[in-house]
């Protein structure tokens, strides 16, 4: 019987199917590291995209934040010049002083009456005069109580005085200035 040994082809076989698994691990090998690299980059750069872009926002951010900085002072400004610009309206709006004070006295007092003394004290008022009758100081009195300028007109004294052989009648007269009645508005806050 003839016999063939076989066995240089078995290990030359097994040598064969050993170096195409290595071939085949190395090669799955560098497969999986050439996808896991790839994913590295791409994840690398969505990672750089990610922080560009957060950069851009905080760019951004900061300019808003300078922008409603001077908005925040634009609108104190802009409050601080409508409280000023109110006190000014309410200043006008009051506005009284002994010369628009006299001018409504001197409109309101008849032909021959005489105001000999004027004396302010904050919102009181004391006049001293002379006029010809008692129906005239009756007159200048409810000419007073009608104007809006004046309140609560008292006669304090009237008696009679001779000035220079004439009989006239002298007179004190206690008053209060009428103040206006300011109503606040309240300013409207955003």
Known sequence: MIRINLLPIRAAKKKETALQQIIILAGSVILVLVVVLSFWGVKLGQIAGVEKDIKADEARLAELKTRIGKLDQINKLKEEVKKKLDVLALLRKNKTGPATRLAALSDVTPDQLWLEKYRENGDQINISGLALNEELIAQFIRALEDSPEYEQ??????????????KLKRFDLKFKIERPVVVATPTAKK
């Open 153 to 166: 007109v008292d006669l304090m004294v009237s008696e009679q005085k001779d000035v220079s052989g004439t």
